[in-house]
């Protein structure tokens, strides 16, 4: 229950929701919401059988993992957050628990696995397949039929070109352009991007 659980928040009650609760490691004393505070999700599962759930986990993707495989089995799909002004093609095929942020951008046959966070103002142009437990940072652009493989970072205003494959557990920085392939477990800066480390 911080920042980015923060806008998941706003993007829920926009969507109609009401918003009740939240759990997290502890008792947080930032509580702009005024939620009532449950418990760590682990020891409150029971209670939170009740409620619809999202994931408000930002750009930690292994943690965000890890929280929906604990509890997806017991609770269910966790719900969609989609702000109301981000524009998503009706052929795109999405999975649950997604975080579509203000002003994003997702055309026509996309397909958006588990838990993908798509930030402020992104744009996922036609064709991508973006993986599970992705997060795809404010401003980055993802040109036609972009491959993304699970658990990869594509950071803030970074651009892909069209065609692109990046591996699973990626890093792209801030602002990088992107214009080869991209193999798995590694970290890639710069215009063009290169790889830093493995």
């Known amino acids: 229950y911080s920042g980015h659980a923060h806008t998941g928040v706003d993007i829920l009650t926009a969507c109609g929701y009401r918003v009740t609760a939240y759990c997290d490691n502890e008792k947080k004393d930032q509580n702009p919401f ?3 505070y449950l418990g760590p999700e682990m020891e409150v599962l029971e209670k939170l059988k009740q409620y619809d759930y999202f994931i408000g986990v930002g750009n930690n993707n292994l943690l965000r993992r890890r929280i929906y495989e604990a509890v997806s089995p017991i609770l269910g799909e966790p719900v969609n957050a989609i702000h ?37 103002g992104s744009v996922i142009e036609h064709g991508c397949i973006i993986g599970d437990f992705t997060f795809i940072a404010p401003g980055a652009v993802l040109c036609g039929d972009v491959t993304i493989g699970e658990n990869t970072l594509v950071g803030a205003n970074s651009v892909i070109k069209q065609g692109i494959i ?27 991007g290169r790889i830093i480390s493995r």
Request: net charge neutral.
């Open 34 to 36: 005024n939620l009532t």
């Open 166 to 192: 990046e591996g699973k557990n990626v890093i792209i920085g801030a602002g990088s352009v992107i214009v080869k392939d991209i193999p798995d477990n590694v970290k890639v800066f710069g215009n063009p």
């Open 84 to 120: 109301p002004s981000a524009v998503i093609s009706p052929s795109v095929k999405l999975a649950y628990g997604h975080f579509i942020s203000a002003n994003v951008s997702v055309n026509a046959t996309t397909e958006l696995g588990m838990t993908a966070v798509c930030n402020t």
